[in-house]
C-alpha cells in the first residue's frame, strides 16, 4: 500500500488568493458558463467599473452587486423567454433577485445590438448597493471579453460608479435611439415606456 505525502496547507494563506475572495469564484464559474468579461479594456485590468460599474460580478467581482446582469441570467438560461419582453411600449418589470415575472425589456437596434432595461432591488445578492431603480444598458454581441459588450448607459459623466445609472420614478434615460423613462415604482417593481424614436435624417 503506498503514502501520499500530506500536502502542505496552502490554503491557510487562501485570503491572498483573489478566487476565493469576493465574488472571484462566482466570476470564474461564469466563465465556465460562456460569459465573457466585462470589466475595462485591458491591459489596465483596474478599470473595471469602466462599463458595468458594480452591476454585474463579471465586470467588478468583488463589488456591492455581485450577481449577473439579467441579460446574462437569459444567456445562462436562467430566465425563461417569457420573462423577456422583446420590443418597445409600457410594460412592469420585476425585480431581477427575485423570481418570476417579466424581467428584461429588450429592444433589438441592430443585426447584433440591443438596448435592454431590468429592475433592480437592494436585497438578496444585491442588498449592498446603495440604492434600488431601473438600470438601462446597451449591448453588443460582436464584442468580446475587456471590449465592453454590456455597457450601461451613464447619466452623469462624473458618476463613476455608475450608481446614479438606477433609475427612479420620473427618470428617463435615452440609449440611441431608444429612449426609456421609468413610470411608477412600488415594491413590486417598475413600469417602464420604452420608445424607439428614428435616428435623425441624414444627407443622401
Ligand atoms: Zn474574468
Not at 154 to 166: A, G, I, T
Amino acid at each position: 500500500m503506498s503514502t501520499l505525502a500530506t500536502p502542505r496547507p496552502q490554503y491557510r494563506r487562501s485570503r491572498y488568493l483573489p478566487i476565493l475572495r469576493g465574488g472571484w469564484f462566482v466570476h470564474e464559474i461564469g466563465h465556465a458558463l460562456s460569459l465573457v468579461d466585462l470589466a475595462g479594456p485591458l491591459p489596465s485590468n483596474q478599470l473595471w467599473l469602466t462599463y458595468v460599474g458594480q452591476f454585474s460580478v463579471m465586470g467588478e467581482p468583488e463589488g456591492l452587486a455581485p450577481g449577473y446582469l439579467g441579460w446574462e441570467r437569459w444567456q445562462l438560461g436562467w430566465l425563461d423567454d417569457q420573462q423577456v419582453a422583446c420590443g418597445t411600449g409600457t410594460l412592469q418589470l420585476t425585480p431581477i433577485e427575485r423570481a418570476g415575472g417579466i424581467k428584461l425589456a429588450v429592444t433589438p437596434t441592430g443585426p447584433h445590438t440591443a438596448v435592454v432595461v431590468e429592475s433592480r432591488r437592494a436585497e438578496a445578492e444585491d442588498r449592498a448597493m446603495p440604492r434600488s431603480g431601473v438600470l438601462v444598458y446597451s449591448i453588443d454581441t460582436a464584442r468580446t471579453s475587456h471590449e465592453g459588450p454590456i455597457r450601461v448607459q451613464p447619466v452623469d459623466d462624473k458618476d463613476e460608479r455608475h450608481w446614479q445609472s438606477l433609475l427612479s420614478a420620473g427618470q428617463s434615460v435615452r440609449a440611441g435611439e431608444v429612449m426609456v423613462t421609468v413610470k411608477t415604482s412600488d415594491a413590486q417593481g417598475d413600469v417602464v415606456e420604452v420608445v424607439r424614436r428614428q435616428p435623425a435624417h441624414t444627407a443622401q
